[in-house]
């Protein structure tokens, strides 16, 4: 077809007649979602998924932070002394490099992994925050022997040791989605009290769907507004159902203020929210901050990496990376 001199190209004419019905004046606000690549420790643990060497781990830091994402688990310092090394190894590089991305790392609600995280602190310079995690569920309970007044002692000391420290800390139940809510408002008082400031809800066996995300998550933000403390509230999802994409995007229309993923999905069973599909989602909805132009590198890079192919029939791997504003340019994608 002939374009006339002046006149919009065929593609301009289209995407402004184009109607998007996900963009109405009923759709949620999503401006302020934040993300939280879980690659580094929540990925690498399923059994099929290899733990990559120092120098990938490195690579791949680097090449997330540039994505606009704001925070990244380096690892469960406590595991060992590789796992301490590597997380202290990768904390310096973010530190010598100034990289633009705040450094968390798990740590059961132990005192042996606090340390770990307080040493991996005091050799970085850097405000290390912790993510101290206990099961809640009944199943949980019972398998594990665990009563409520155990779990809250655990968690009470973990808190309290990483706030003397002056570390940040996130109080992360897991299980979430299976515990029942008097225990949930109990431990989550206890924490915010203890001077937590970020509680991570989990789907952990990838039990929710997306309404009960909401719900769950519409509950919580009741109860840690009614502390009067500003705590934000963390969604950490599993794919077991195939619901995880749609349970992480309604925890945020419903009050979640970080989403957590991994880089492909990447995890134990089937695996965590693909993170990269989040950040496509949410750069098309109009979330600022990010730049999604090395986004096929780092999910190829992951690839490698950890031995884990990206399957033919993955949402992203024949399509053009999304550029600002939202549109697609280009000819390769993840």
Known sequence: MTQRRGEPAPRARWRAGDHDWSRTAAAPSTTRVQFHDETLRDGIQGPSITDPPLGAKIEMLERVAALGVHSIDLGLPGAGPRALADATALARHMARH???IQ???AARTH???????VEVSQRTGLAVEV??????SPIRQLVEDWDID???RWAAGAIELAVAEGLPVSFVTEDTTRSRPEVLEVLYRDAIEGGARRIALCDTV???TPHGARALVEWIRGVVDGT???VAIDWHGHNDRGLALANSISAAAAGADRLHGTALGIGERVGNTALDQLLVHYQLAGVDGLDLSGLSGWCRLVSRACDWPIAAGYPLRDAPPVRAGGDREGSTGC
């Open 98 to 100: 100034r990289l633009p």
């Open 103 to 105: 450094p968390q790392c």
């Open 111 to 117: 005192p042996a992994d606090i340390r770990a995280i």
């Open 131 to 136: 993510a101290t995690f206990v099961g809640t």
């Open 150 to 152: 155990q779990i809250r």
């Open 206 to 208: 990838g039990a929710a």
């Open 228 to 230: 009067g403390e500003a």
